[in-house]
């Protein structure tokens, strides 16, 4: 189903030649492609569970050809075998879509040596820590996600409330971005 979709994104932006309305277009397919990971990684695994070390290399590594032409970013990832269920997973796949994505975008925009690190570990008991910095330009010194208009930080504000998170952005030589969140067994616990 989601290759299905897949295609006919890909057939309906063909006519499109607006460059913003085509932009749109190709960030909506790979919104549905990180998903369509996800359950991808879902059907190869006889637990119900999806090692999240694994696919975020292979994210990391589809989003590098679809947006690395000009710099070339060497991304580091730090996590020791993180494996979450589907209702965990897909939020954060969705929420990692996005901020990589935002750092391909909008950070690397100096010569010096372009750096992405991604972290997801075990926080506490109850939480889980995943980390996304950039050594880019950074965020505006004012910025403010509330006031926000990107659509796509937007969403990560709302996937990071679904996974009864937190989300905490500083700018440190770079834009970072700390999500504390919890799996589906802690959320449930809460409820």
Same mark, same amino acid.
């Given at each position: 189903n989601f290759?299905i979709?897949?295609?006919?994104?890909?057939?309906?932006?063909i006519?499109?030649e +607006?460059?913003k309305?085509?932009e749109? #277009?190709?960030?909506?397919?790979?919104?549905?492609?990180?998903?369509?990971?996800?359950?991808? /990684?879902?059907?190869q @695994? %006889?637990?119900?569970?999806?090692?999240? %070390? +694994?696919y975020m290399?292979?994210?990391?590594?589809?989003?590098t050809?679809?947006y690395? #032409?000009?710099?070339?970013?060497n991304?580091?990832i730090d996590?020791k /075998?993180m494996?979450?269920d589907?209702? &965990? #997973?897909?939020?954060? #796949?969705?929420?990692?879509?996005? *901020?990589? &994505?935002?750092s391909?975008?909008y950070?690397?925009k @100096?010569?010096t %040596?372009?750096?992405?690190?991604?972290s997801? @570990?075990?926080?506490?008991?109850?939480?889980?820590?995943?980390?996304?910095?950039?050594?880019g330009?950074?965020?505006?010194?004012?910025?403010d996600?509330k006031?926000s208009k990107?659509?796509?930080?937007?969403l990560?504000e709302?996937?990071v409330?679904?996974?009864?998170?937190?989300l905490?952005? &500083?700018n440190?030589?770079?834009?970072?971005?700390?999500?504390?969140?919890?799996? &589906?067994?802690?959320?449930?616990? *809460?409820?």
């Amino acid at each position: 189903n989601f290759q299905i979709i897949l295609s006919l994104l890909e057939l309906q932006s063909i006519g499109i030649e +607006d460059k913003k309305a085509l932009e749109l #277009a190709n960030e909506g397919r790979n919104r549905v492609k990180s998903m369509a990971l996800i359950h991808q /990684k879902l059907y190869q @695994n %006889e637990s119900d569970l999806i090692d999240f %070390e +694994d696919y975020m290399h292979i994210l990391a590594k589809e989003l590098t050809a679809i947006y690395d #032409a000009k710099n070339k970013v060497n991304i580091s990832i730090d996590s020791k /075998k993180m494996m979450f269920d589907v209702d &965990t #997973a897909i939020p954060l #796949a969705l929420i990692l879509n996005e *901020l990589i &994505t935002n750092s391909f975008k909008y950070a690397f925009k @100096n010569e010096t %040596e372009s750096i992405l690190s991604i972290s997801l @570990n075990k926080f506490s008991e109850e939480n889980y820590q995943l980390i996304i910095k950039d050594n880019g330009i950074g965020l505006r010194q004012d910025f403010d996600i509330k006031e926000s208009k990107s659509f796509g930080l937007k969403l990560v504000e709302r996937l990071v409330r679904q996974l009864q998170g937190s989300l905490e952005i &500083t700018n440190q030589s770079g834009a970072k971005f700390e999500i504390l969140f919890k799996d &589906t067994k802690m959320r449930k616990e *809460l409820i």
